[in-house]
């Protein structure tokens, strides 16, 4: 069993910078993809980015979704088990619950059912 936690959300006008972080515990397996999706009010949960990882390999493929290309990035760091999204020139649109999610695969996967431990999720909002 993964545990998640993310922490880092909040309030920022548009244009700003939000630094989301994800910290797993617990079996997180020698190969994985970590995934960040986030849903608005009356909408689907949707892929937002992903990097995953092997014990074997000290590299990571990072995959976007095109809405947040050049402007988020996702990043990991495996002595803490944390991954992060740094997420520049924010904009309303970007305003939704960010959850972190696991795959016990070091194969990427853009849909949510495809991922089997989630956080509790932490709320960014953009103003305008």
């Known amino acids: 069993q993964v545990q998640l936690a993310e922490s880092g959300g909040g309030l920022v006008q548009a244009g700003g910078s939000l630094r989301l972080s994800c910290a797993a515990s617990?079996?997180?397996?020698?190969?994985?993809?970590m995934g960040w999706f986030r849903q608005a009010p009356g909408k689907e949960r949707e892929f937002v980015a992903a990097?995953?990882?092997?014990?074997?390999?000290?590299?990571?493929?990072?995959y976007y979704a095109d809405s947040v290309k050049g402007r988020f990035t996702i990043s990991r760091d495996n002595a803490k088990n944390t991954v992060y999204l740094q997420m520049n020139s924010l904009k309303p649109e970007d305003s939704a619950v960010y959850y972190c999610?696991?795959?016990?695969?070091?194969?990427?996967?853009?849909?949510?059912?495809?991922?089997?431990?989630w956080g509790q999720g932490t709320q960014v909002t953009v103003s305008s």
């Open positions: 617990g079996r997180t397996f020698s190969r994985n993809t």
């Open positions: 990097i995953n990882w092997s014990i074997n390999w000290s590299g990571g493929s990072t």
């Open positions: 999610a696991h795959r016990a695969l070091m194969i990427t996967s853009t849909r949510p059912a495809e991922f089997g431990s």
